[in-house]
């Protein structure tokens, strides 16, 4: 069997399609399905459990598994839970590692593009613990992940036993089907989609830093697809491990994206600047745009959508559909 945790979740979910379309119908979700649909992300998929994060360590005694997918977590980047989102997103993912080390089970786990803060650090993949150390996470979210990076790079270090496969993947912003779960934390695209489709005004933030146009903060924006690629790469390449960049390797602007949307249905673009809100002035990230090298030098070459290709797929295969789900 398969475990991949966060599997009901926006890029868990999209992994959980694409292990069901290649023939695998022996997957295990670890997952809280709650109240708000998020049900409906696996609603067309074959699974052998579902089993809630509580559960999760007593039912992995005596199994055998020939993957963990380890994708769950508190993602909100406004989270201010510092013990539940510790103990959600660095313990049990120490305890996951500990197991599959154990029991020789390949493990492949959900980093972040968040871990790189500011970006006054670059964005470089590089695992050496001196270099991880550098970095410094803006929010609670980021800080945890970066929290369980540098303990892998710890053992990493000191020549620990670790898994016959890590690999630790820092996605940067990912957008596509199945995200609609997420509220604040959906893409910028599937918040105001149906705004586009309508002709109602989309407001995007103004630029308060000077020589930085409004609406032309800019993000390594990726397809879900494109990532889930990777995943499934690393799956079939087990003698591939590491902590790498999961994007395209080349930043462009909110306002690109919507224009893209608006593109995708072949309306007038209708979009006005409002201003940020102060609260997260302080905070916010004008620039991200991850280095893919190592990624690349590892083998991968499945390439990455365009994003204006990316928007039309979605806007066309999902977003503009009755039915949005994978």
Not at 268 to 280: G, K, L, Q
Request: proline content about 3%; charged content about 20%.
């Amino acid at each position: 069997m398969l475990l991949v945790t966060g599997g009901a979740g926006f890029i868990g979910s999209n992994v959980v399609a694409a292990l069901n379309e290649a023939g695998r119908s022996d997957v295990v979700v670890c997952d809280l399905l709650g109240t708000d649909g998020k049900w409906r992300n696996l609603a067309k998929r074959q699974l052998v459990d579902i089993v809630p994060p509580a559960e999760l360590l007593g039912w992995l005694q005596g199994r055998e598994l020939d993957a963990v997918i380890h994708l769950g977590a508190i993602s909100e980047t406004t989270a201010t839970d510092g013990d539940l989102v510790i103990e959600t997103n660095f313990r049990l993912s120490m305890r996951l590692l500990d197991w599959c080390t154990a029991n020789a089970v390949p493990f492949i786990y959900a980093s972040s593009a968040a871990t790189y803060g500011d970006g006054a650090a670059g964005f470089d993949d590089d695992a050496s613990l001196a270099a991880l150390k550098q970095l410094r996470p803006m929010n609670l979210y980021g800080w945890s992940k970066h929290l369980f990076d540098l303990a892998v790079a710890e053992r990493v270090t000191r020549g620990d036993r670790l898994p016959p496969q890590w690999a630790g993947l820092k996605f940067f912003n990912v957008f596509g089907p199945n995200e609609y779960h997420k509220g604040a934390m959906m893409s910028v695209l599937a918040r105001r989609f149906d705004d586009v489709k309508v002709g109602r005004v989309v407001q995007l933030f103004k630029s308060h830093r000077a020589g930085i146009a409004d609406g032309d903060q800019r993000r390594d924006f990726i397809y879900v697809d494109d990532v889930v690629r990777v995943v499934m790469w690393l799956l079939a390449t087990p003698s591939v491990s590491g902590l790498f960049n999961v994007g395209t390797g080349n930043a462009r602007s909110f306002k690109d994206l919507m224009l893209a949307a608006y593109a995708a249905l072949g309306t007038r673009p209708n979009i006005e600047y409002v201003d940020m809100p102060e609260s997260i002035r302080n905070s916010y990230q004008y620039f991200t745009q991850s280095a893919v090298d190592r990624l690349h030098r590892a083998g991968y070459n499945g390439g990455f959508t365009t994003l204006e290709d990316a928007v039309k797929a979605y806007v066309g295969e999902y977003l503009d559909r009755s039915d949005r789900f994978r």
